[in-house]
């Protein structure tokens, strides 16, 4: 089992940038593919970004496309969310996760996750 904990979420004005990190930690962190999650207030949580165990394997949803970018040290037990170019619309609560079945594949549904972190929020100021 493995316990992730984001951070790196604040406020921010449109255009900006923030980088988000999620650091592991109870098992084998390269054994994992990890993904970013987003969840807006009365929305569905949605597929931002997710990587395979390698990082060899990057996937992105359309809306973030060009404007983030996912990363991952195995050494340090963390996956990275690189944000620019930040709209109000990207304003959510972020999860990182962790997929402990198919680290090669980057998956983009969240049911194929089984760790989750707290969350951390990402405000994007008009």
């Known amino acids: 089992q493995v316990q992730l904990v984001e951070s790196g979420g604040g406020l921010v004005q449109t255009g900006g940038s923030l980088r988000l990190s999620c650091t592991a930690s109870?098992?084998?962190?390269?054994?994992?593919?990890m993904g970013w999650f987003r969840q807006a207030p009365g929305k569905e949580r949605e597929f931002v970004s997710s990587?395979?165990?390698?990082?060899?394997?990057?996937r992105y949803a359309d809306s973030v496309t060009g404007r983030f970018t996912i990363s991952r040290d195995n050494a340090k037990n963390t996956v990275y969310l690189q944000m620019n170019s930040l709209k109000p619309d990207d304003t959510a609560v972020y999860y990182c996760?962790?997929?402990?079945?198919?680290?090669?594949?980057?998956?983009?549904?969240?049911?194929?996750?089984?760790?989750w972190g707290q969350g951390t929020q990402v405000t994007v100021s008009s």
């Open positions: 109870g098992d084998t962190f390269s054994r994992y593919a």
């Open positions: 990587i395979t165990w390698t990082g060899s394997t990057t």
């Open positions: 996760a962790a997929d402990r079945t198919l680290g090669w594949v980057a998956r983009t549904g969240k049911d194929g996750y089984d760790y």
